[in-house]
């Protein structure tokens, strides 16, 4: 049995539930004639392995009840938007909507990480008509969302691709190179959002 015991297909489930929420989300945007909030959104249940090894490293036990409530990344959706602005657009409906509570924020976008990382991570609480690990029924289970714009997903897709690659010659150089790279980005993404206020401004004329 994985680590996610008899959870495995309530994961799954509730992964489809929440991302077709989303997607209501983004709906009602389009219907009342506003920009759509995302380019794209992708979802998955973390894999028993990775939550293992989670679980490892942050020193937790490899039990259900660690993967599903110390870790709180088992079900994870990426809301990737075109520009920084759909971003908050996003944020804002999220944290209104009625069927999740946000437990925790964290806005790598304004605080990047150290080697350039940039993404804005929300935790969410959602009810759910099926028992939880502790009992409850309706359950309450964890989601993390990540919203980035595209420029920060391509960045964080190939960054992910190096960091496995242990036998590179100059360490040091690559990771400089890649924040260098992570700010260039940044600054597009600036210039974008520039660039859409102005069409915007244009078509209000
Ligand atoms: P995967 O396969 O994406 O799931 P916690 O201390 O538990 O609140 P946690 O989860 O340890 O926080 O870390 P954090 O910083 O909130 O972010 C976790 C996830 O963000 C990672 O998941 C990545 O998806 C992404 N992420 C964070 N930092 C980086 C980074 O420097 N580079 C890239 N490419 N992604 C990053 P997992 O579990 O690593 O993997």
Known sequence: MSIYGPYED???????????????????????????????????????????????????????????????????????????????????????????????????????KPNGYRSYHLILDVVEPYQDVDGHLPGHFFVEIQLRTIAMDSWASLEHEIKYKHHVKDPERISKELKRCADQLASCDVQMQTIRQLVQEGESE
């Not at 392995?49 to 490899?62: A, G, I």
Request: aromatic residues 4%; charged residues 25%; contains cysteine.
């Open 10 to 112: 309530t994961l799954n489930a509730i992964l489809i539930d929440v991302k077709q929420r989303i997607e209501e989300l983004n709906n009602r945007q389009v219907v009342a004639n506003q920009p759509k909030l995302y380019e794209h959104l992708i979802g998955r249940v973390k894999t028993p392995t990775s939550m293992v090894e989670k679980c490892h490293r942050k020193n937790y036990p490899v039990t259900t009840e660690a993967a599903l409530r110390q870790c709180r990344d088992a079900i994870g959706l990426r809301i990737v938007c075109n520009f920084v602005s759909d971003i908050s657009r996003c944020l804002k409906l999220v944290r209104q909507a009625d069927w999740c509570t946000v437990v925790k924020e964290k806005d790598y976008i304004t605080n990047a």
